[in-house]
């Protein structure tokens, strides 16, 4: 027996339709966690069901984006405490590039991928947030459940680490 998700209120719908139309951002924002495509889907299956268990805890339809983003990154820290192992570069994350564009791609991003990595999983959600998924800081902090000036500091010491590890400037 498992639990019913079928849409039966207008706020259900309107939450199949987001979680729908923007499943592509959410399973990319896990698989940054995660690095496994099928736990990837897994988290976000996760969080999909938490936020229709838990949909009454939206006060504010306009608020689903950051609401459910909290939800997905508290589940993606979960898999990672519960899945603690060391990091390796995916094989499917070079999965159909032509040789020649592996190895450019490869090792253009490698530096900055395994240092972003390397990062404590608050400056890393900060970073993929703002940098990987486009999120203005204000819904990053929402997101994280910390203050504005909180998420400013954070990306301002995992820039300044990421600085550090790379050897090179990066700016917000």
Do not use: C
């Amino acid at each position: 027996m498992g639990i019913d998700l079928t849409p039966s209120s207008q706020a259900e719908e309107e939450l199949e339709i987001f979680l729908r139309e923007h499943q592509n951002e959410f399973y990319r924002l896990a698989y940054s966690y995660v690095k496994n495509a099928d736990e990837a889907l897994d988290v976000v299956q996760e969080a999909a069901i938490k936020a229709f268990v838990h949909r009454s805890s939206l006060r504010n339809p306009q608020n689903m984006k950051a609401w459910f983003y909290r939800i997905l990154v508290n589940e993606s820290l979960t898999w990672l405490r519960r899945n603690r192992r060391m990091y390796t570069v995916p094989s499917d994350y070079l999965e159909g590039m032509q040789s020649e564009e592996r190895t450019e791609r490869f090792d253009e991003n490698l530096d900055l991928y395994k240092a972003v990595l390397q990062l404590d999983p608050k400056l890393r959600t900060v970073v993929l947030l703002r940098f990987f998924e486009g999120m203005k800081l204000e819904d990053i902090a929402v997101v994280t459940n910390a203050r504005l000036s909180t998420v400013k500091t954070r990306l301002y010491r995992a820039l300044k680490e990421l600085k550090t590890m790379l050897g090179e400037e990066i700016s917000a």
